[in-house]
């Protein structure tokens, strides 16, 4: 059932007079704008919270925030609901609801002492999520909303698993083994999508290892770099992790080596804290960008597309070119929810889910959605810069700056800013092991948080007593 | 504390680098919207125009003096279409909607589907179920003109381009054969036979490619003179109405004999010969980046469909080719329209403007919503340059082979061109020219297919326009 069909339905239900639709218009047409303003608002918090040192305060401005993810998630559902009366989307909207408000309760009774900014952002993440894809298609938000459903259950016991082995950094070389064998799975039991080999089925149940392997990989390299950070020890932990990128690079998951890649240089240079390093590495990444765009054609295809998507419009510029119409024609407010065309974007839901966002909430909202991911990694660099112990310093950081790496390359990509690389939206994009591995990221760096805190607490009592 | 601390700069300069990548990455979404949206939608490859058109009546297409070239009607029940008053005679120029958008409507289709009426009026309608008005595109074409080449043209195969010297502003532009874009639809299959050989779809005025005959003279006059700039005009020339160049046989039109010439009568007259024995003394890589700073070869940077006009002499080419090409035969292919950019270059003092059809885009109360400015290539031959060559093309008219543009309100400058394209001798009949001489205010380019000579066909309909313009 279309907008008109719905609303011509509407008014016959409730006996031939105008107001019927006019008020169903008001809610559809006005709604962009109301989104557009909770969000900013939302948005503008991230960001002054820190102003100010009252803690009631604080706690009101979170509590505002989570009231503006409610308030967004309820119009955004209205609003699909009239256009289509439709009443699964009733029983989604409710199911999404009492997971939301489940999840923001449990995790600020586990996670006690944590950022209660980073719990909303994520929740406020998940929730634009779900929203797009039960408007793109309803099946995505329904197993959307069970992967994440499952994660966070299993990531209630988060802090309990990291508190109980606080031994985490003595196996570097154990997680880099495991995270070679299950990135190599792919050459034994892999299947292709979109031109990258990166996919493993398992009991009917498709999984992409990379983004499970990226967090014992921050695992690997924070524990071999926090115990030492001599020379031959960087040259060792470099090897291990180029053969990592060397593995994705073959599998041509082309976004994940770049993550990865950069990602071991973050953490390299923090933890010898020698720009020599760094410059080093950028150096030979550049060099090794090069070798690539001149000998592998996958690459040149990338590189075209992103230099002129109007010239091959018809093959590599293809996505590209349909995920700046879908951003352009939608303008700064945005077509309105279901009123716009994302299904000729190809992969709306996943790697192109922020051109869908941006073609019908707007690109004013999208470009708040830009400031919300940013927000997130700066309070995971908060977090970083607080930690003690240097194993915990060092993963919160190579997570953060995996998070946000992604981030740049999902939404350069898909405006054209740098060449698509084809990686998921972290907590809005679908998919299963996207969604799964970010939400055990900010559980990890959350946890480790609470236990930091735990422990300063502890040596603060015994130096008092 | 200091180990809890080490390696916290570090991590504050990689914050800050990426902070500052991400606010890079924003601002070029914020430019992306702002600039460069608006012309990246606009594509045909874009198919949001229905999702538009759902929530506004496409907008109307006028000519500079108000009459409407274009228009959506809705009927009782609700279905639009699309109407174009003055069928034909817009076709190419304004396009149509039907069968893959062209001209206007496809290069503006995006404005016309955009509604800047009053946001309040706006949410009214919406409220109402009623569409807004779409914004509409106010083109630089004028109606009595297009009228006027479109008569003259008749039932001639040909093109006819008239611009404004100073801005660039297209104010007509005819094809013909022509086809109605309110029957697009159904006379789909005849317009795309193979068979059919009018080729009514094509629009000549700016992709047609002919040889331009001996209005290309004019370029080898202008080469001549920025090679010789002292002593070209101590050029003489003695025509005997055939010559010979190392074997190559050139005649004079009709074998006429047009006796002693110098640069400037030599042009006045068309003299083959002279420019023949001119070519011989040209250099001819100079002269090939003379006819690319003419746009030969090269993009025009113009907003609607078009083919590069072909310049393709080089040092390797043989003398047969080189006398051909000074001429305005040869290999050189050119458009209409690059043909009267050439003539709008030499009446605006040497300065090349780009050509456009659409003035501004404007709402449905009249504001203006985007504004097209002029847009100049820059100074292609030196203002005294320009204006010595203004004088001798004034002698074409005054003296010489367009002599029938005398006695017209304004004085007329131009060169006419017969271009052979079959070893029949079949020809193409050109005029290009502008007048007032010493203001132009428009800039002719008018090619009749198979015609024969620009004084017998192209001329008259020079001559229907002038009049038209300024008046009998």
Redesign the interface.
């Known amino acids: 059932m279309d907008k008109k069909e719905a609303a011509k339905k509407l008014i016959e239900m409730f006996g031939s007079f105008d107001a019927v639709g006019v008020a169903h218009s008001i809610v559809v047409e006005v709604s962009k704008y109301v989104i557009i303003l909770l969000f900013a608002v939302y948005t503008w918090h991230c960001f002054t919270v820190f102003f100010g040192k009252n803690a009631e305060r604080k706690d009101m401005v979170y509590r505002r925030q989570n009231k503006i993810m409610y308030a967004i998630h309820f119009i955004c559902s209205l609003v699909l609901f009239l256009n289509s009366l439709d009443w699964k989307i009733a029983l989604l909207y409710l199911a999404q609801l009492a997971f939301l408000f489940f999840v923001n309760k449990a995790y600020l009774y586990v996670y006690k002492n944590a950022s209660k900014l980073i719990l909303n952002n994520m929740l406020m993440l998940l929730m634009i999520g779900f929203v797009m894809l039960g408007r793109i298609k309803q099946s995505f938000a329904v197993r959307q909303l069970v992967f994440a459903a499952a994660t966070c259950l299993v990531g209630l016991f988060i802090p309990l698993i990291i508190e109980k082995f606080h031994s985490f950094d003595r196996f570097g070389k154990v997680y880099a083994v495991l995270g070679i064998c299950m990135l190599a799975l792919v050459f034994v039991i892999g299947k292709s999508v979109y031109g990258a080999k990166n996919w493993i089925v398992i009991a009917g149940f498709a999984m992409q290892p990379s983004e499970f392997v990226k967090i014992i990989y921050v695992f690997f390299i924070a524990a071999m770099l926090a115990r030492a950070s001599d020379f031959r020890n960087v040259l060792v932990t470099g090897a291990i992790a180029g053969v990592h990128v060397l593995i994705l690079v073959a599998e041509k998951d082309l976004g994940a080596a770049l993550i990865y890649y950069f990602t071991f240089l973050a953490i390299l240079y923090v933890a010898t804290r020698q720009p020599l390093y760094l410059a080093a590495g950028f150096g030979a990444g550049t060099a090794a960008a090069i070798v690539a765009w001149k000998f592998f054609t996958h690459v040149q295809k990338r590189v075209t597309a992103w230099q002129d998507p109007w010239g091959s419009i018809d093959d590599a510029g293809y996505q590209v070119a349909q995920s700046l119409f879908a951003i352009g024609t939608g303008g700064w407010f945005g077509m309105g929810l279901g009123e716009g065309l994302p299904s000729r974007i190809p992969v709306a839901e996943s790697d192109f889910i922020f051109s869908a966002i941006s073609e019908e909430l707007g690109a004013f909202f999208a470009i708040c959605l830009i400031l919300v991911e940013v927000s997130c990694f700066i309070l995971f660099i908060n977090i970083a810069l607080k930690m003690a112990r240097r194993f915990y310093k060092l993963t919160a950081l190579g997570l953060a700056v995996e998070y946000i790496f992604q981030v740049f390359l999902t939404i350069g990509g898909v405006t054209k800013f740098i060449p698509s690389t084809g990686v998921t939206l972290p907590l809005v994009s679908y998919g299963g092991s996207s969604v799964i591995s970010t939400i055990i990221l900010f559980c990890i760096i959350q946890g480790m948080y609470v236990l930091n805190c735990r422990e300063e607490e502890k040596i603060e009592r015994e130096t008092a007593r | 504390m200091k180990?809890?601390q080490?390696?916290?700069?570090?991590?504050?300069i990689?914050?800050y680098s990426?902070?500052f990548?991400?606010l890079?990455?924003?601002g070029?979404?914020?430019y992306?919207?702002a600039v460069?949206?608006?012309k990246?939608?606009n594509?045909p490859?874009?198919?949001?125009q229905e999702?538009?058109a759902k929530k506004v009546q496409k907008g109307k297409i006028v000519s500079a003096d108000g009459k409407v070239l274009a228009k959506t009607v809705t009927d009782e029940e609700g279905n639009d279409t699309r109407v174009y008053p003055y069928n034909d005679m817009f076709c190419h120029i304004v396009g149509r909607e039907d069968n893959s958008m062209t001209g206007i409507e496809g290069r503006q289709c995006?404005p016309l589907l955009t509604s800047h009426a009053n946001p309040l009026k706006q949410?009214g309608n919406?409220?109402?179920?009623k569409k807004s008005p779409g914004d509409t595109v106010v083109t630089t074409l004028d109606y009595k003109l297009q009228e006027a080449a479109y008569r003259a043209l008749g039932n001639h195969k040909g093109a006819v381009v008239a611009l404004e010297p100073s801005t660039g502003k297209v104010l007509a532009m005819v094809s013909k054969p022509a086809y109605d874009p309110n029957r697009v639809k159904q006379d789909w299959e005849a317009l795309t036979n193979d068979s059919n050989e009018d080729s009514a779809l094509v629009n000549r005025a700016t992709q047609g490619l002919y040889p331009p005959g001996s209005t290309f003279k004019v370029l080898t006059a202008i080469e001549y003179m920025m090679e010789n700039p002292d002593t070209y005009q101590k050029f003489q020339y003695e025509c005997k109405g055939s010559d010979s160049f190392s074997g190559n046989i050139i005649n004079c039109y009709g074998k006429t004999v047009h006796g002693t010439l110098d640069l400037k009568s030599a042009l006045a007259k068309s003299c083959n010969g002279a420019f023949a024995k001119i070519g011989t003394t040209l250099d001819v890589s100079r002269f090939r980046k003379l006819t690319e700073k003419f746009l030969f070869n090269k993009e025009l940077s113009v907003d609607f469909e078009y083919n590069k006009s072909r310049f393709s002499l080089t040092e390797d080419s043989d003398l047969g080719e080189l006398t051909q090409t000074v001429m305005g035969q040869g290999k050189t292919m050119i458009t209409p329209l690059e043909n009267a950019m050439i003539a709008a270059a030499i009446a605006n003092k040497g300065e090349m403007m780009v050509p456009y059809a659409v003035e501004h885009v404007e709402n449905d109360a009249g504001q203006v919503v985007t504004q097209y400015n002029p847009e100049s290539k820059g100074q292609i031959i030196e203002e005294s340059l320009a204006k010595k060559i203004n004088k001798m093309m004034q002698a074409v008219v005054s003296e010489g082979t367009a002599h029938s543009l005398q006695g017209l309100p304004c004085t007329v400058a131009g060169k006419t061109g017969s271009a052979e394209f079959d070893s029949e001798g079949t020809s193409h009949a050109w005029f290009i020219g502008f007048a007032p001489a010493d203001k132009p205010k428009i800039a002719v380019s008018i090619v009749v297919e198979g015609a024969g000579t620009g004084s017998e066909y192209a001329l008259p309909i020079a001559r229907q326009m002038f009049e038209e313009y300024f008046g009998n």
């Open positions: 180990e809890k080490r390696g916290n700069r570090q991590i504050l990689l914050t990426i902070s990548v991400f890079c990455m924003a070029y979404f914020v992306f919207m460069k949206s608006q990246v939608i594509n490859y874009n198919k949001r999702v538009l995006y949410l919406t409220l109402q179920g």
